[in-house]
């Protein structure tokens, strides 16, 4: 039947290569993105100055000059929190797709099964009680953000075991430690003095302020290593989006893709909002637009939903930088003014709905 | 023997759903479970498949003990149709169909687990809606996507509950005629829960009557489909009629247990 296979192949093409140039957009939007980002900033800055420093840092050969402010203040100061941007947006909207996947449900994300608010609850302990397992000053809090973060996701395993690892029981487990967690932010926040009160407020805002190399490599580091191995999980994902039965009877073991891709999303979410703070709706924003526009399968979900993350993340940032300079205004507050109306947009127009 | 179940037991908690169920499936056979409401008809066939955990008892697929294998390599010679799957997370018609292929691949996706696709979703009559989303298709429509997904896994031993119960009547026909000429074709067979008696006993060569998860009698239509055992485990008083050479059930009236 050389006939069908050509149909075949050719109905292969027509689902695929929509999906391929989505990916390529965003990656060009997000380079496009970048070199407007790394150029406007409170600091005026010639585009080739700009070009001259990043040059001369990366092909010293090629004899490009560049100042000593110019270089302190795009190597030091754009670059590392353009860096953090993209890998903020891209590991959390992943660890979103990820766990909407593994729990057939697309409101499921780090935020919602309580990730976010215990590495808070990490954070505010080290600001205000000042204690922590591990570090001093601002590493302590990093740590110990860090830390409630994968703590969080061994709770829900723990309380989701009692019952079987379904994802109806790790999202309820889930959400009771997230107001769990929260409650005892609360109760930090009550008893904290004025200047504790704010530095933990200021944490829950979501920044990329101060965002130092060494941030990005760890970040970068862990989301570079997790990804690959959530990637692997793409076919069971699209088997289990069918329910269980189904994933079971095509020889996915659900329980443990369920409980180690929970544990990689969590290692990428804590490996970032350690040192960002809270930054959370792009991991549901994110993945829901891409599922909108290229559909469910994960294999191209999930590096598309990487790009479209960081792309917002990025813009987000670049806007929060640059709309009442020089304040900044966090990257978490821009992104909740910008990512939701775009977000209830393409809801409302697009005609695919998730609810039946 | 392509399925044998040897002694199957299962309960759930203290209540025993099923109770010391022996049978064997020989190769282009198509073979019906019938009874009423939990009498264990689905439980049988997740004990089959691996979705329930035996308790008790050996289940063979091809001579292999389905308890010593991978589920990736059971995957590859048993495929399963269930009654009801959600739409929460939506997907193409193609894509859906294309998961069958799952066992079968690494990552890449070859030609021929495309062509194997297409030629099943044209068998079934779905190639025009290949590329539709699966929350907009009819009841019917999406039931035929879960049918032809299973197909494309090319399994040895296919599992279907209620494979039936969203389609209209013609579509009942097609479907069935369908799996019973893949059955005969590849030498496959086919295990399937049904509620309609009529079609049950048109299509199966065997029939298994179970009641509270025993099997109370089998073998082929004509000899167990009769007005006794219909009273007895359905609990309703029927006649029976053969009409055109076919075996037409008439529902009388509900009666009490015994």
Same mark, same amino acid.
Request: glycine content about 8%.
């Given at each position: 039947?050389?006939?069908?296979?050509?149909?075949?192949?050719?109905?292969?093409?027509?689902?695929?290569? #929509?999906?391929?140039?989505?990916?390529?957009?965003?990656?060009?939007?997000?380079?496009?993105?970048?070199?407007?980002?790394?150029?406007?900033?409170?600091? =005026?800055?010639?585009?080739?100055?700009?070009?001259?420093?990043?040059?001369?840092?990366?092909?010293?050969?090629?004899?490009?000059?560049?100042?000593?402010?110019?270089?302190?203040?795009?190597?030091?100061?754009?670059?590392?929190?353009?860096?953090?941007?993209?890998?903020?947006?891209?590991?959390?909207?992943?660890?979103?797709?990820?766990?909407?996947?593994?729990?057939? =449900?697309? @409101?499921?994300?780090?935020?919602?099964? #309580?990730?976010?608010?215990?590495?808070?609850?990490?954070?505010?302990?080290?600001?205000?009680?000042?204690? #922590?397992?591990?570090?001093?000053?601002?590493?302590?809090?990093?740590?110990?953000?860090?830390?409630?973060?994968?703590?969080?996701?061994?709770?829900?395993?723990?309380?989701?075991?009692?019952?079987?690892?379904?994802?109806?029981?790790?999202?309820?487990?889930?959400?009771?430690?997230?107001?769990?967690?929260?409650?005892?932010?609360?109760?930090?926040?009550?008893?904290?003095?004025?200047?504790?009160?704010?530095?933990?407020?200021?944490?829950?805002?979501?920044?990329?302020?101060?965002?130092?190399?060494?941030?990005?490599?760890?970040?970068?580091?862990?989301?570079?290593?997790?990804?690959?191995?959530?990637?692997?999980?793409?076919?069971?994902? =699209?088997?289990?989006?069918?329910?269980?039965?189904?994933?079971?009877?095509?020889?996915?073991?659900?329980?443990?893709?369920?409980?180690?891709? @929970?544990?990689?999303?969590?290692?990428?979410?804590?490996?970032?909002?350690?040192?960002?703070?809270?930054?959370?709706?792009?991991?549901?924003?994110?993945?829901?637009?891409?599922?909108?526009?290229?559909?469910?399968?994960?294999?191209?979900?999930?590096?598309?939903?990487?790009?479209?993350?960081?792309?917002?993340?990025?813009?987000?940032?670049?806007?929060?930088?640059?709309?009442?300079?020089?304040?900044?205004?966090?990257?978490?507050?821009?992104?909740?003014?910008?990512?939701?109306?775009?977000?209830?947009?393409?809801?409302?127009?697009?005609?695919?709905?998730?609810?039946? | 023997?392509?399925?044998?179940?040897?002694?199957?037991?299962?309960?759930?908690?203290?209540?025993?759903?099923?109770?010391?169920?022996?049978?064997?499936?020989?190769?282009?056979?198509?073979?019906?479970?019938?009874?009423? *409401?939990?009498?264990?008809?689905?439980?049988?066939?997740?004990?089959? *498949?691996?979705?329930?955990?035996?308790?008790?008892?050996?289940?063979?697929?091809?001579?292999?003990?389905?308890?010593?294998?991978?589920?990736?390599?059971?995957?590859?010679?048993?495929?399963?149709?269930?009654?009801?799957?959600?739409?929460?997370?939506?997907?193409?018609?193609?894509?859906?169909?294309?998961?069958?292929?799952?066992?079968?691949?690494?990552?890449?996706?070859?030609?021929?687990?495309?062509?194997?696709?297409?030629?099943?979703?044209?068998?079934?009559?779905?190639?025009?809606?290949?590329?539709?989303?699966?929350?907009?298709?009819?009841?019917?429509?999406?039931?035929?996507?879960?049918?032809?997904?299973?197909?494309?896994?090319?399994?040895?031993?296919?599992?279907?509950?209620?494979?039936?119960?969203?389609?209209?009547?013609?579509?009942?026909?097609?479907?069935?005629?369908?799996?019973?000429?893949?059955?005969?074709?590849?030498?496959?067979?086919?295990?399937?829960?049904?509620?309609?008696?009529?079609?049950?006993?048109?299509?199966?060569?065997?029939?298994?009557?179970?009641?509270?998860?025993?099997?109370?009698?089998?073998?082929?239509?004509?000899?167990?489909?009769?007005?006794?055992?219909?009273?007895?485990?359905?609990?309703?008083?029927?006649?029976?009629?053969? *009409?055109?050479?076919?075996?037409?059930?008439?529902?009388?009236?509900?009666?009490?247990?015994?």
């Amino acid at each position: 039947m050389k006939h069908s296979l050509e149909e075949a192949e050719e109905i292969y093409v027509k689902l695929t290569s #929509g999906k391929i140039l989505f990916i390529l957009g965003v990656l060009i939007g997000i380079v496009a993105i970048a070199f407007i980002a790394v150029y406007i900033g409170a600091a =005026n800055l010639s585009v080739k100055e700009v070009f001259d420093t990043i040059v001369a840092k990366m092909f010293p050969f090629m004899g490009a000059e560049s100042s000593k402010i110019a270089t302190a203040i795009v190597w030091k100061a754009r670059l590392p929190r353009i860096v953090m941007a993209i890998i903020a947006g891209a590991g959390l909207a992943v660890s979103g797709a990820a766990m909407q996947g593994t729990m057939k =449900n697309p @409101l499921v994300s780090p935020y919602t099964i #309580g990730i976010v608010s215990a590495a808070a609850f990490g954070a505010s302990i080290a600001m205000v009680l000042g204690a #922590g397992l591990v570090g001093s000053g601002r590493y302590l809090v990093i740590m110990n953000a860090f830390l409630f973060g994968v703590l969080d996701a061994f709770l829900i395993y723990g309380i989701a075991r009692i019952r079987g690892v379904t994802a109806e029981t790790l999202i309820l487990a889930g959400i009771a430690l997230m107001f769990l967690f929260s409650g005892l932010t609360s109760f930090l926040q009550y008893v904290a003095s004025e200047e504790e009160l704010a530095a933990v407020v200021h944490w829950m805002f979501g920044s990329l302020c101060g965002t130092r190399w060494e941030d990005v490599y760890v970040a970068g580091a862990i989301f570079l290593s997790c990804l690959p191995l959530l990637m692997k999980y793409s076919w069971d994902l =699209n088997a289990m989006a069918l329910g269980d039965e189904i994933a079971i009877t095509s020889g996915v073991d659900t329980t443990r893709v369920r409980i180690y891709s @929970l544990v990689l999303a969590t290692l990428i979410t804590s490996g970032i909002i350690c040192f960002t703070g809270i930054i959370a709706f792009v991991g549901i924003v994110a993945p829901h637009i891409v599922r909108l526009i290229i559909g469910g399968d994960h294999r191209f979900l999930l590096p598309c939903s990487c790009g479209l993350g960081a792309l917002l993340l990025l813009v987000a940032d670049t806007i929060g930088r640059t709309i009442v300079a020089p304040i900044i205004i966090p990257v978490g507050i821009i992104f909740s003014f910008i990512g939701v109306p775009f977000f209830l947009y393409l809801v409302l127009t697009k005609r695919k709905e998730y609810w039946r | 023997m392509k399925l044998k179940i040897k002694d199957v037991n299962f309960s759930y908690g203290s209540r025993p759903a099923l109770e010391s169920v022996t049978l064997s499936i020989k190769e282009g056979e198509i073979v019906s479970l019938v009874g009423p *409401n939990g009498s264990g008809k689905t439980t049988l066939l997740k004990c089959i *498949n691996r979705i329930l955990k035996l308790q008790k008892g050996t289940v063979l697929v091809e001579e292999k003990d389905i308890s010593k294998l991978k589920l990736k390599e059971l995957a590859k010679i048993l495929s399963y149709v269930p009654q009801s799957v959600s739409h929460s997370l939506p997907s193409t018609v193609f894509e859906i169909v294309l998961i069958g292929r799952k066992p079968h691949l690494d990552w890449n996706v070859s030609s021929r687990d495309k062509e194997i696709v297409l030629n099943i979703l044209s068998l079934m009559g779905l190639k025009e809606m290949v590329l539709r989303q699966s929350n907009e298709l009819s009841g019917g429509e999406f039931q035929k996507v879960l049918i032809a997904r299973a197909l494309a896994q090319e399994p040895q031993v296919l599992l279907l509950d209620e494979p039936t119960s969203n389609l209209d009547l013609k579509h009942q026909l097609d479907v069935l005629n369908l799996i019973t000429s893949i059955v005969k074709e590849k030498n496959i067979a086919a295990i399937m829960a049904m509620h309609d008696l009529n079609l049950a006993s048109r299509f199966s060569d065997k029939m298994i009557f179970l009641n509270g998860g025993k099997i109370y009698d089998a073998g082929k239509p004509e000899t167990v489909l009769t007005a006794r055992n219909i009273r007895k485990v359905y609990g309703v008083e029927a006649i029976v009629n053969e *009409n055109a050479g076919y075996i037409h059930i008439i529902p009388i009236a509900s009666v009490s247990e015994g």
